[in-house]
């Protein structure tokens, strides 16, 4: 499994963009890019996932270079609630024996 | 509303006991998982299963062990509980096939052994 690497903190205020960059230096042709978001007391909940070049959703954007060897969370207009770890995953979804290695995360407090 | 189910939010349990943690999903996911999480840790895989009664250790599988007798039902079994097993214990479930998709966590049990 690649091993990634991301920011342990960050500090934004309500109404800023805020990026989370992740490193994967290993990452392999058939892995896929996952972020997970957790709050305080909650188990960790689905945010993105992507394998090449940019996806949206209603949450987030995900932004993944041509060689793949990092990849930035990318939360608009973030709002108190968002604080939160970000935890950034790398791995071949579609194996039949893939299954998620969690890293430290990276702890975003959003001040007002 | 996809769901993963944990039949208790806290749980205090006493040294030597013999602890069952239940996960129930209603997704009809064949992959389960079993983490705990401890702060300056991070969340540590102990087991998971990909089918019915299949298990594989994870990468802290001492001291616990797993049953998956029916598709949706996972359950995490302290043999013998030791105060080093306190944790915050998450359950998450997924299923096999074509990305994206992601892993679905219960909202997990505080386990305190005294």
């Known amino acids: 499994l690649a091993k990634t690497t991301q920011p342990i903190s960050m500090d934004s205020y309500e109404g800023q963009e805020v990026n989370i960059t992740c490193s994967h230096n290993n990452i392999a042709t058939n892995d896929y890019i996952t972020w997970y978001q957790q709050f305080p007391s909650q188990g960790p909940r689905f945010i993105i996932q992507g394998y090449k070049t940019k996806v949206t959703n209603e949450v987030a954007s995900l932004f993944i270079p041509a060689d793949r060897k990092s990849s930035t969370l990318s939360l608009p207009r973030v709002s108190l609630s968002d604080t939160a770890v970000y935890y950034c995953?790398?791995?071949?979804?579609?194996?039949?024996?893939?299954?998620?290695?969690f890293g430290s995360g990276t702890r975003l407090l959003v001040r007002p | 509303d996809v769901k993963v189910t944990q039949s208790s939010r806290y749980l205090v349990k006493r040294t030597g006991e013999k602890v069952f943690l239940e996960c129930v999903q209603d997704m009809d996911h064949e992959n389960m998982f079993w983490y705990r999480q401890d702060p300056g840790l991070g969340l540590r895989l102990i087991y998971f299963s990909y089918d019915v009664k299949m298990k594989e250790k994870g990468d802290i599988p001492e001291g616990y062990s797993v049953s998956r007798e029916k598709k949706e039902r996972f359950s995490l079994i302290l043999e013998s509980a030791s105060t080093n097993q306190t944790s915050m214990y998450l359950c998450?479930?997924?299923?096999?096939?074509?990305?994206?998709?992601?892993?679905?966590f219960g909202s997990g049990t505080r386990l305190t052994v005294v």
């Open positions: 998450a479930s997924s299923p096999r096939g074509e990305p994206p998709y992601g892993y679905t």
């Open positions: 995953l790398v791995g071949d979804v579609a194996d039949s024996s893939y299954k998620l290695i």
